[in-house]
């Protein structure tokens, strides 16, 4: 991740737009902290994508609909001394 002063950002914007395209994100800082990230309109479109929710997810797994024996172990647990 390529990274701008705000100062350089704003006189080379054209620069700093073209590499966000081309390379990906691209970090402008003011006063030495990370303030923003320039991404693609492409990246920000996937990134804004709903994602599929949980139940979509486990019913696309290869194991759905398979019948899984989950009984736990009925036996008493042992004692255990403690001194």
Not at 43 to 60: A, S
């Amino acid at each position: 991740m390529g990274t701008w002063q705000l100062q350089e950002a704003k006189a080379r914007l054209s620069d700093l737009i073209k590499k966000a395209v081309k390379k990906g994100p691209q970090r402008i800082t003011v006063r030495g902290q990370p303030a923003v990230i320039v991404i693609s309109s492409e990246e920000y479109l996937r990134l804004k994508q709903p994602r599929e929710g949980f139940v979509t997810f486990m019913r696309r797994s290869p194991l759905y609909g398979v019948d899984l024996d989950l009984k736990r172990e009925q036996t008493p647990t042992r004692k255990i001394g403690i001194a």
